[in-house]
């Protein structure tokens, strides 16, 4: 079965930090772009960050640049996103996928509070 599967979410205090982990089962994430996306409560998703096969990463969203990184490891076949300096905006339910995908997982839940 293909699938990407999200973890590594939680409770967390502001200012800490968590590290998210999006692990592909089924087939090789070598020679695809992923993205990271969240949706907080309330709102529309919104995409985090993006890399691209060759491990070119952009932070798309503004509020958490500079404090958010994604990067990728294909022999782990595994994508993170390494979150720092976390706010109290940043509770959401945080998925990873293809760009235009059109099915998504169940997401990591990442709650902020202290």
């Known amino acids: 079965q293909v699938q990407l599967v999200e973890s590594g979410g939680g409770l967390v205090q502001p200012g800490g930090s968590l590290r998210l982990s999006c692990t592909a089962s089924g087939f090789s994430l070598s020679g695809y772009r992923l993205n990271w996306y969240r949706q907080r409560p309330g709102k529309g998703r919104e995409l985090v960050a993006t890399i691209s096969s060759t491990g070119v990463r952009r932070t798309q969203l503004g509020p958490v640049q500079g404090r958010f990184t994604i990067s990728r490891d294909d022999a782990k076949n595994t994508v993170y996103l390494q979150m720092d300096n976390l706010k109290l905006e940043d509770t959401a339910v945080y998925y990873c996928?293809?760009?235009?995908?059109?099915?998504w997982g169940q997401g990591t839940q990442v709650t902020v509070s202290s």
């Open positions: 996928n293809f760009p235009s995908a059109t099915s």
